[in-house]
């Protein structure tokens, strides 16, 4: 196979694999807040500092997959 057909294989696959899970896992964090303020309404301040500051570290990892990408695809 031609090199270049490899690399841009191996970057789609980084960054598409990369992003399954920040996607699962800031839909878990948002189901999981929504139901705490559901159950506890008086707490949704908190509760929504808590989960902004998790999907954050959650859009971490597909930042982290998205450099992998371009490393792969421009080295």
């Not at 996607?23 to 500092?49: C, D, F, M, Y």
Request: hydrophobic share 55%.
């Amino acid at each position: 196979m031609d090199p270049t057909a490899i690399k841009a294989i191996g970057s789609a696959l980084a960054i598409g694999l990369g992003a399954i899970g920040p996607g699962v896992g800031i839909g878990l964090i948002g189901l999981g807040a929504l139901q705490a303020i559901g159950r506890n309404p008086e707490t949704e301040s908190k509760v929504r500092t808590t989960m902004i500051l998790a999907i954050a570290f959650a859009e971490a990892v597909a930042i982290y997959a998205l450099v992998i990408s371009l490393i792969i695809k421009f080295t």
